[in-house]
Nanobody
Framework: QLQLVESGGGLVQPGGSLRLSCAAS????????TSWFRQRPGLAREIVAC????????HYPATESGRYAISRDNDKNTLYLQMNNLDSGHTAIYYC????????????????WGQGTQVTVSS
């Protein structure tokens, strides 16, 4: 019943923008902590951004640069990640994930994961 499906990835040129989507089914995203993780080539999966069940978004190192902006449309039950001014450092598999209520930066804290969507930044 519980499912997350990412979409919107692909090949983009440096300096371009991309918006990823994570569609949820079987539960309401608005009641949970909903996060984006990335896994860059050869590196461990890491937190990008998160929105708590209360709608607040803690700041994480990946989002401090302003390259990422997380948002959530509870009516559509969809989580988004806006990415701007992309460079090669953005190349990764991006995953959305859900846990109970409060955000966590640990992959082990999340109970539901999407299949991931590939983002490749290249000229």
């Amino acid at each position: 019943q519980l499912q997350l499906v990412e979409s919107g990835g692909g090949l983009v040129q440096p300096g371009g923008s991309l918006r990823l989507s994570c569609a949820a089914s079987g539960f309401a995203l608005g009641d949970h902590a909903t996060s984006w993780f990335r896994q860059r080539p050869g590196l461990a999966r890491e937190i990008v951004a998160c929105i708590n069940g209360n709608g607040r978004a803690p700041h994480y190192p990946a989002t401090e640069s302003g390259r990422y902006a997380i948002s959530r449309d509870n009516d559509k039950n969809t989580l988004y990640l806006q990415m701007n001014n992309l460079d090669s450092g953005h190349t990764a598999i991006y995953y959305c994930a859900v846990r109970h209520y409060y955000c966590s930066d640990s992959v082990n804290a999340y109970v539901t994961w999407g299949q991931g969507t590939q983002v490749t930044v290249s000229s």
